[in-house]
């Protein structure tokens, strides 16, 4: 491979076959390259690394949000219990003093 | 959450003017793709072709661009394509600049303090070919870029939000179950009487079996009825705690459960992506780079004679992450071994290496202050109680930290006392100042 195919690379990317956009890269940096050929494999790893975090926190900001939703749902509940804790206790406490 | 227009090409020139829009909406869910300026389905509005026209005035007029574009495209005459190729143009130093600080940031060692220069200068250069050959993928990059920001802040936000609830949870956890286990034992407690009431108890019981035996079978099914009626309410109550008990019990396990579990999960997901940064070869040179950066800094501030200069050195190395652990995205440390390894050594190694010299260096320096201290001078032992006052307020001298700090510099005063000669007034004039900061060191305070 002599030219560094973005189009292709940008395709895997999509698709989320890293494994297959890093191996093209890897070939195309073992080949003799110039400062521009070697920089614009670059910026494609960086962009490969960059969308991969972003599909990363995609996933992590799914399960943070039904575990906030969870922990909520939770809370709901804990307040409405200790109400009735409270007020329970608080009848336990005036049966003491009468 | 998903990306709005996925499909939809970046703009083409002569078409629609389109551009790119990333936005969060009410619900706080991020929205990415291109949209049309001016009306939609009319054209470019009269506004947009006057804005399009100065734009075009603006490239043509620039002249670092037109070189690079007629070093390219020496025939090029499509205005559309022109003003394509400008734009990327004019995003490749914020692009370049912003991927050169997410690269720096999540790639490479924070013990870096610039990324190789080829790395930098290549980069530099690929996006400006890029701009020429593939101007959508630096619209592209900037989408991209856009993203990582905005969901890296609403991230942090809901980490934070989630942290918040189960602090607040927590405790009043603690404080449900106390109260519950309060109610509990009163229960359990009810309809028991103190020992001291016990001879009132046997009046009123003696008073009963009379009333009893007098009433006959009503009073006695009445009480019986009462009786029936209290136990059962007791048990129902019983029954009421023992459901809360494990409702508690439950939201207590699921909250504290809940922190751990979204720590694996982040694990998880990240070790799914490490294998592409696995031998890859631009991490690899940024790697060795970094080490050998790395390697020559910590190296030439452990040359200098200077204490200042070790004690630099050692921050330096603190700040050398463990070699282990890749940070992957806010919070995640992902096992790898593609980081790269800085420095050359274990920081263990360095660390002991370290250790010695600052040591050496206290003493020569300590020693030194000695030596100039005399009767006739004074400020040789202000010089002195500087010096130790210095280190003790840091509180630090490599590993040294604390007791151990002020027993290490105890003992080489102690053994400095040797070399004075009681005889010698000047010597004696030492011996006694030392003796006195030897004192106040073991009193624990400054000299």
Known sequence: ?98 | MERISENTPPPKPGELEMKAHVAVDAAGELHMGYEPVGPQGYGPSKESVKAQEKELEKALNDQKFNEDLRSRYPDIESQESILQYHRAYEQIDDVGAQLMSFAQERIFDAALEQEPDDFVEGMRSGLRELAFSHPEIIFDLDLDLQEHHLRTAKLREMEDEFSAIRKQLLPRLETGAAILSQQESALKSAGRFPSALQPALNFLGGMFNTLRNKGGRNFQSMLEKGRERLGRHREERRTHLRAQREKIEEYQSHAESIGPLLQMQKKKLGEGARHILEGFPPLKEAADHAREEARKRILSLMKSPELKDLERAQEYLDGLKDNETLQFFEGLELDSTVRPTVPLRSKEAIQSELDLLLQAQLTTDLDEAINHMGSSNKDGFHQLRELINRVLIKDRLGSKQGDKLRTFIFNVLKLKMHDFDQNNQEDRVKSSRVNALMGALKGGSSV
């Open chain 1, 1 to 98: 491979m002599n030219t560094l195919e973005e189009k292709k690379i940008g395709a895997l990317l999509e698709e989320q076959k890293w494994e297959e956009a890093k191996r093209l890269l890897s070939t195309y940096l073992d080949s003799d390259l110039s400062l521009e050929e070697k920089g614009a494999a670059y910026v494609a790893f960086v962009s490969t690394y960059l969308k991969m975090v972003n599909q990363i926190n995609e996933q992590y900001e799914l399960i943070l949000e039904n575990m906030l939703t969870d922990l909520k749902g939770d809370r709901q509940e804990i307040l409405a219990l200790d109400e009735k804790m409270q007020l329970a206790d608080l009848d336990t406490a005036i049966d003491k003093l009468s």
